[in-house]
Nanobody, 120 residues
Framework: QVQLVESGGGLVQAGGSLRLFCKAS????????MGWIRQDPGGRRELVAV???????SYTDPVKGRFTISRDDVENTVSLQMNNLKPDDTGMYFC??????????????WGLGTQVTVSS
């Protein structure tokens, strides 16, 4: 079965850095757009960063200049480098894999998430 496993979360002081990792198994990884979605302590969800199958990247405004998403289609991994972390970055971070079939239906997989906590 398809598996997405996140790692790298933890507790860090404001201004510090973390790097999140997602390892994918049992899917054609290079065909999928990969992203990171976070849920804050109030339950709000936000698409943080995306790296498409062709390599193009995009970020939500609050993390631009601080976060970098990258993928390795040989190792089937996607990572999120997070620098200059702020308390508002606190939340559960989920790895997402998405593509569309030839008939237009969406295929979407999520991991179980990794916790990031930034203290002030």
């Amino acid at each position: 079965q398809v598996q997405l496993v996140e790692s790298g979360g933890g507790l860090v002081q404001a201004g510090g850095s973390l790097r999140l990792f997602c390892k994918a198994s049992n899917l054609a990884f290079s065909q999928y757009d990969m992203g990171w979605i976070r849920q804050d302590p109030g339950g709000r969800r936000e698409l943080v960063a995306v790296v498409k199958a062709g390599g193009a990247t995009s970020y939500t405004d609050p993390v631009k200049g601080r976060f970098t998403i990258s993928r390795d289609d040989v190792e089937n991994t996607v990572s999120l480098q997070m620098n200059n972390l702020k308390p508002d970055d606190t939340g559960m971070y989920f790895c997402d894999a998405q593509k569309f079939s030839d008939t237009g239906s969406r295929i979407d997989y999520w991991g179980l998430g990794t916790q990031v906590t930034v203290s002030s």
